[in-house]
């Protein structure tokens, strides 16, 4: 078995994962998840951890299911937050959110704008 397959997915207080008719289904305080399940890999609960079980040999399926049941279980329990920066020029910007776009001016741009500001005001 793969090494990925062969870690235990911790399940944090708050967190209920079933298997049921081919789907794993990941629910939580920030919503549910699913992933489709071979037929050939089992997941085993022991206590609040769970255990990927590979029947034919095919490790690597099993390092995957684990993965994404493991990234299930995180978006379930802390969702994601991607913080991006965006530099157009001189100008930089930062864009945080986990759904759509807020974007700020960083302290060097705002900086460069001030100084703009200020240089039109003397001419």
Same mark, same amino acid.
């Given at each position: 078995?793969? &090494?990925?397959?062969? #870690? $235990?997915?911790? !399940?944090?207080?708050?967190?209920? !994962?079933?298997?049921?008719?081919?789907?794993?289904?990941? #629910?939580?305080?920030?919503?549910?998840?699913?992933?489709?399940?071979?037929?050939?890999?089992?997941?085993?609960? *022991?206590?609040?951890?769970? #255990?990927?079980?590979? #029947?034919?040999?095919?490790?690597? @399926?099993?390092?995957?299911? &684990?993965?994404?049941?493991?990234?299930?279980?995180?978006?379930?329990? %802390?969702?994601? *937050?991607?913080? $991006? *920066? $965006?530099?157009?020029?001189?100008?930089? @910007?930062?864009?945080?959110?986990?759904?759509?776009?807020?974007?700020? $001016?960083?302290?060097?741009?705002?900086? !460069?704008?001030?100084? +703009? &500001?200020? &240089?039109? +005001? %003397?001419?």
């Amino acid at each position: 078995m793969s &090494r990925v397959a062969k #870690k $235990l997915i911790t !399940v944090p207080k708050g967190v209920e !994962v079933t298997v049921s008719n081919g789907v794993i289904s990941v #629910k939580g305080p920030k919503g549910t998840l699913t992933v489709a399940k071979p037929n050939h890999i089992d997941l085993i609960a *022991e206590g609040n951890e769970l #255990k990927v079980d590979v #029947k034919n040999g095919d490790t690597a @399926m099993g390092g995957t299911i &684990r993965a994404l049941v493991q990234n299930c279980i995180i978006g379930v329990d %802390k969702g994601y *937050e991607r913080k $991006l *920066e $965006l530099e157009l020029q001189w100008l930089a @910007m930062t864009s945080t959110s986990p759904s759509g776009f807020r974007t700020q $001016l960083c302290s060097r741009a705002k900086k !460069v704008l001030a100084w +703009q &500001r200020q &240089r039109r +005001q %003397k001419l």
